[in-house]
């Protein structure tokens, strides 16, 4: 009497321990990408003020007003063309990172429904 309600239970247990793992392992992917990413934007930041600092003195010792808008100019069109660079790469780490995440999760959703899905009928025997 009680067996298909303990089979019923064993595998909603079995289902909930796979779509927890699946959660678990989805974190950790998030969890890596993100200190990729983290990473990625710490030496940006480092290498843009590292070009501050130079256009900064480059600055101090410019000899005249035109040589000074030119140092100007120059760091302003790399600090931007970095700028770009990076922010697509970091929507790239992005990208990947959802990618990543989701993997584990549509793994055990689609085992859980090929789990679920009904089972084909048997074909009834030919009537001779």
């Given at each position: 009497?009680?067996?298909?309600?303990?089979?019923?239970?064993?595998?909603?247990?079995?289902?909930?321990?796979?779509?927890?793992e699946?959660?678990?392992?989805?974190?950790?992917?998030?969890?890596?990408?993100?200190?990729?990413?983290?990473?990625?934007?710490?030496?940006?930041?480092?290498?843009?003020?590292?070009?501050?600092?130079?256009?900064?003195?480059?600055?101090?010792?410019?000899?005249?007003?035109?040589?000074?808008?030119?140092?100007?100019?120059?760091?302003?069109?790399?600090?931007?063309?970095?700028w770009?660079?990076?922010?697509?790469?970091?929507?790239?780490?992005?990208?990947?990172?959802?990618?990543?995440?989701?993997?584990?999760?549509?793994?055990?959703?689609?085992?859980?429904?090929?789990?679920?899905?009904?089972?084909?009928?048997?074909?009834?025997?030919?009537?001779?």
């Amino acid at each position: 009497m009680f067996e298909p309600i303990q089979k019923a239970t064993e595998e909603f247990q079995k289902v909930s321990k796979n779509n927890y793992e699946a959660v678990v392992r989805s974190y950790g992917e998030l969890n890596k990408s993100f200190q990729a990413v983290a990473a990625r934007w710490t030496d940006f930041s480092k290498r843009s003020f590292e070009d501050a600092n130079r256009a900064f003195e480059q600055l101090v010792g410019a000899k005249s007003l035109e040589h000074a808008i030119e140092i100007q100019t120059q760091y302003a069109k790399k600090a931007y063309d970095n700028w770009m660079a990076e922010a697509s790469k970091i929507g790239e780490l992005y990208a990947a990172a959802a990618r990543d995440a989701y993997k584990p999760v549509e793994q055990a959703v689609t085992k859980s429904a090929q789990k679920a899905a009904p089972k084909p009928a048997p074909k009834p025997a030919p009537v001779s």
